[in-house]
């Protein structure tokens, strides 16, 4: 059994009449010649840190060692929001929250990186939350998830440094679209386009981190990563297409890779890390430390 694109993991889970999330537990237990019970026990324990992870800044006032950022988890989820639901703002205050805590050097799981580690936590726990699924799906989740990094990682790159965010926050808000659409019932179909259309509104998207920190302008570009993952997910379970299929999207995603100038790839010379603020940050921590 092997997949190289999302249309191999589609065709063998409709062959199967599975989830591409069962297909993926199959294929890991025969690729790394381990029981399904080990790969499920590991992937358990990725769910139980990333539940953990969504606490970190919503329950304790958390900074980084720079005072940059920190606090806006706790700030949001303690609002009295004018336009947007509970599931909504529980999504932004926990993908805050695991940020946060990532750059308060906290546990996090890198999914696909740390810089974009709160995405899929906080899709997940509001879907099943929502729709009060058994936690158990939660982790056949995130090998659906994981599955589609593997695909995105394996034909462009899941890294800032080569990519820009969009191979960070925009592959996360990907993997985490095909999570919610399997978690709600979904067909492989509708995955892929979930996943096709969070990659498209993610495409193009630069590394700039100021003063090379993830902090600024990673941890909010988390929020902007749930969001646009919940929202692509309910747009495929609603019917609506991609009208670019899914593979070649991921295509296109590695095209706009090369084509980014290296001042735009996590180096901090260009974008938001080189405007006036961004400067005057970093001056200030180049002197500082
Ligand atoms: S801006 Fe760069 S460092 Fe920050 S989350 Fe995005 S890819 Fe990662």
Same mark, same amino acid.
Request: proline share 3%.
């Given at each position: 059994?092997?997949?190289?694109?999302?249309?191999?993991?589609?065709?063998?889970?409709?062959?199967?009449?599975?989830?591409?999330?069962?297909?993926?537990?199959?294929?890991?237990?025969?690729?790394?010649?381990?029981?399904?019970?080990?790969?499920?026990?590991?992937?358990?324990?990725?769910?139980?840190?990333?539940?953990?992870?969504?606490?970190?800044?919503?329950?304790?006032?958390?900074?980084?060692?720079?005072?940059?950022?920190?606090?806006?988890?706790?700030?949001?989820?303690?609002?009295?929001?004018?336009?947007?639901?509970?599931?909504?703002?529980?999504?932004?205050?926990?993908?805050?929250?695991?940020?946060?805590?990532?750059?308060?050097?906290?546990?996090?799981?890198?999914?696909?990186? #740390?810089?974009?580690?709160?995405?899929?936590?906080?899709?997940?726990?509001?879907?099943?939350?929502?729709?009060?699924?058994?936690?158990?799906?939660?982790?056949?989740?995130?090998?659906?998830? #994981?599955?589609?990094?593997?695909?995105?990682?394996?034909?462009?790159?899941?890294?800032?440094?080569?990519?820009?965010?969009?191979?960070?926050?925009?592959?996360?808000?990907?993997?985490?679209?095909?999570?919610?659409?399997?978690?709600?019932?979904?067909?492989?179909?509708?995955?892929?386009?979930?996943?096709?259309?969070?990659?498209?509104?993610?495409?193009?998207?630069?590394?700039?981190?100021?003063?090379?920190?993830?902090?600024?302008?990673?941890?909010?570009?988390?929020?902007?990563?749930?969001?646009?993952?919940?929202?692509?997910?309910?747009?495929?379970?609603?019917?609506?297409?991609?009208?670019?299929?899914?593979?070649?999207?991921?295509?296109?995603?590695?095209?706009?890779?090369?084509?980014?100038?290296?001042?735009?790839?996590?180096?901090?010379?260009?974008?938001?890390?080189?405007?006036?603020?961004?400067?005057?940050?970093?001056?200030?921590?180049?002197?500082?430390?």
């Amino acid at each position: 059994m092997e997949f190289r694109k999302i249309q191999d993991l589609i065709r063998l889970a409709k062959n199967k009449k599975s989830s591409i999330g069962k297909i993926v537990i199959e294929f890991e237990a025969k690729s790394s010649e381990k029981s399904k019970k080990e790969i499920w026990k590991k992937m358990e324990n990725n769910w139980r840190v990333m539940k953990q992870s969504i606490d970190h800044g919503l329950t304790r006032d958390i900074r980084p060692i720079t005072g940059l950022t920190g606090g806006n988890a706790k700030r949001i989820a303690n609002a009295n929001l004018k336009i947007i639901d509970d599931t909504m703002k529980k999504a932004i205050s926990r993908a805050l929250s695991v940020a946060e805590g990532n750059a308060s050097m906290k546990k996090i799981v890198a999914a696909p990186t #740390a810089g974009s580690s709160g995405i899929i936590p906080a899709a997940i726990t509001v879907t099943i939350e929502k729709l009060k699924i058994p936690e158990e799906n939660a982790v056949q989740a995130l090998f659906t998830a #994981a599955s589609v990094g593997l695909v995105i990682a394996n034909n462009a790159t899941i890294s800032g440094a080569e990519g820009g965010c969009q191979s960070e926050c925009g592959v996360a808000s990907a993997m985490a679209a095909a999570a919610v659409v399997e978690l709600a019932g979904g067909s492989p179909d509708q995955v892929g386009h979930a996943v096709a259309i969070a990659l498209k509104n993610m495409l193009g998207l630069v590394c700039d981190p100021v003063a090379g920190l993830v902090e600024v302008p990673c941890i909010k570009r988390n929020v902007i990563g749930v969001v646009n993952a919940l929202v692509s997910a309910e747009m495929a379970l609603a019917g609506i297409e991609s009208i670019i299929p899914v593979d070649e999207v991921i295509l296109a995603l590695d095209d706009v890779s090369k084509r980014m100038p290296l001042e735009l790839k996590e180096t901090a010379c260009g974008g938001l890390a080189i405007t006036p603020t961004g400067k005057r940050i970093k001056e200030k921590f180049i002197g500082k430390y």
